[in-house]
């Protein structure tokens, strides 16, 4: 037995199969048999929210993600500068010498980065706001009044700007971000 939204599922299938061979193939049916199918009744709503415990670890984790990212920016750069005048006679001997690098480098990375909350800012935008994630992504500092409140979006999906009310802890967090070189609340995609 399946469930009623995959027999729904399944009548669009064959309803597109005979449409294909009615329309694009020329069969000749004096209608597409689709159409006289009933389709089941059924409820597919979902009434579920984040609960405060999964909102937690998710934050916890975007932390991490966030932290594991300047890490690693940090251990590139400090590993690419101490290899920078060793010659290798092979891309696979540099590789066994920066694996070695890397470790060494590793507490040296970890200390010397700070962590910029990007992620949970953005988690916190997408949930406060309701903002698609493009316009998130491409949201810059001239378009955020800090006075306000409000950040402003100069083209939507339906084609018509829109501002967005920011709440005092969305704003707060959105402070943290650094302001230089800024590319969107995502800077990194």
Known sequence: ????????????????????????WDY??????????????????????????????????LAALDRERV?????????????????????????????EVRKQLMLQAEESTTVTPYLEAFYHFQVMTAARRGETLGLTWDRIDVKAGTAFLPETKNGRARKLSVRTHLMALLKELPQVGWQGLCHFH
């Open 28 to 61: 000749t049916l004096a209608k597409n048999p689709m159409d006289a199918v009933r389709r089941p009744k059924y409820f597919n709503e979902r009434d579920r929210r984040i609960t405060c415990k999964e909102e937690g670890a998710l934050i916890q984790a």
């Open 1 to 24: 037995m399946v469930a009623p939204s995959t027999v729904d599922r399944e009548i669009d299938i064959l309803k597109s199969v005979f449409k294909v061979a009615l329309t694009v």
């Open 71 to 99: 890490v690693e920016d940090r251990l590139k750069e400090l590993a690419d500068a101490a290899l920078a005048s060793q010659p290798f006679t092979s891309n696979s001997a540099r590789k066994k010498v920066l694996a």
